[in-house]
């Protein structure tokens, strides 16, 4: 399996964290030198793991902020 390779351009913020350390953030990431996008996943302390993810384009991420205004929570 090809390594991945990735660098977290910008660490917008943290959503959550786990009892064991984990943290849930919302980071603008390159992946395998290609544009940077937004991802949303859980990283291990100090970005050593990270478990799965959901990577989003602006458009997309726009998107989602217009759907997120209008749950009524």
């Known amino acids: 399996m090809a390594e991945i390779k990735f660098e977290i351009e910008k660490e917008i913020g943290t959503i959550s964290e786990s009892p064991k350390g984990w943290s849930k953030e ?8 290609k544009e940077a ?9 100090e970005h050593e793991k990270m478990g799965k993810g959901v990577t989003l384009s602006i458009e997309e991420l726009r998107k989602l902020k217009e759907l997120l205004n209008n749950i009524n929570i």
């Open 26 to 33: 919302l980071n603008l990431i390159s992946w395998n030198g």
């Open 37 to 45: 996008k937004y991802d949303l996943r859980d990283w291990a302390p």
